[in-house]
């Protein structure tokens, strides 16, 4: 069964600063990895897809990169605005699943002007 | 393109009553999942319709029961309502396009059960 976990569960950073948030996943038998945002009781905007075949993806100010054989994504945030103050959260799509998502518990970010 | 809709946004409901919520996708995606967001246990998977056959299903008790219908728009039942239903449910819909598989979530309904 794929468990998935998101270290930290917090965070709270000065503006401009580069920072990294991590998930890690039990089974790497994953299709692909998907990093979604979510404001305060709003739904999830999806930021990055990396197929398992992958190592990262980039999107403006983020990148995410996969290591499937360490059980690894991270989520790099380049020079961080107050904007960009939500909850983060990584969800693993396993192989013979369907669409189904197993989803860390997320990590609240906080970008302070 | 439109996104995902989700109705209603909020809903009040009362111990042992029944509720139904309602999910329309992106055009052209057939695949629904549901989910169950607390802040306890997180985002848990409910189960997952595609071309109106349920596909996949978590954990949840048989309260918890789904449908799709022909045109990919899904619903999704909870009977004999308990104050732990209480939570965000928000839906998905996904599509496959040269072998990527994306998701695209909905703003959400929240319930309240009293």
């Known amino acids: 069964k794929q468990e998935v976990t998101q270290i930290p569960a917090a965070l709270s950073v000065p503006e401009g600063e580069n920072l990294v948030l991590n998930c890690s996943f039990t089974?790497?038998?994953?299709?692909?990895l998907q990093w979604f945002r979510q404001d305060p009781g709003k739904g999830l905007t999806s930021l990055l897809l990396?197929?398992?075949?992958?190592r990262e993806q980039t999107s403006g100010r983020l990148n995410a990169s996969l290591d499937k054989s360490s059980g690894r994504s991270t989520l790099y945030i380049a020079a961080s605005q107050p904007g960009d103050s939500a909850t983060y959260l990584c969800?693993?799509?396993?192989?013979?699943?369907?669409?189904?998502?197993?989803f860390g518990g997320g990590t609240r970010l906080m970008v302070k002007p | 393109k439109a996104g995902v809709t989700q109705t209603p946004r909020y809903l009040i409901k009362t111990r042992g009553q029944q509720v139904t919520l309602s999910c329309s996708p992106i055009?052209?995606?057939?695949?629904v999942s549901w989910y169950q967001q607390t802040p306890g246990q997180g985002l848990q998977f409910l189960f997952e319709?595609?071309?109106?056959?349920?596909?996949n299903k978590g954990n949840f008790p048989g309260r918890f029961s789904g449908r799709q219908f022909s045109n990919s728009r899904s619903e999704m039942n909870v009977s004999t309502l308990e104050l732990g239903d209480s939570a965000l449910y928000l839906c998905?819909?996904?599509?496959?396009?040269?072998?990527?598989?994306?998701?695209?979530f909905g703003q959400g309904t929240r319930l309240t059960v009293v």
């Open positions: 319709y595609f071309s109106e056959t349920q596909r």
């Open positions: 089974d790497s038998a994953i299709y692909n």
């Open positions: 969800a693993a799509r396993s192989d013979n699943a369907g669409n189904m998502l197993t």
């Open positions: 998905a819909s996904s599509f496959t396009h040269q072998g990527d598989t994306e998701a695209f």
């Open positions: 055009s052209g995606h057939r695949s």
């Open positions: 990396i197929q398992s075949s992958q």
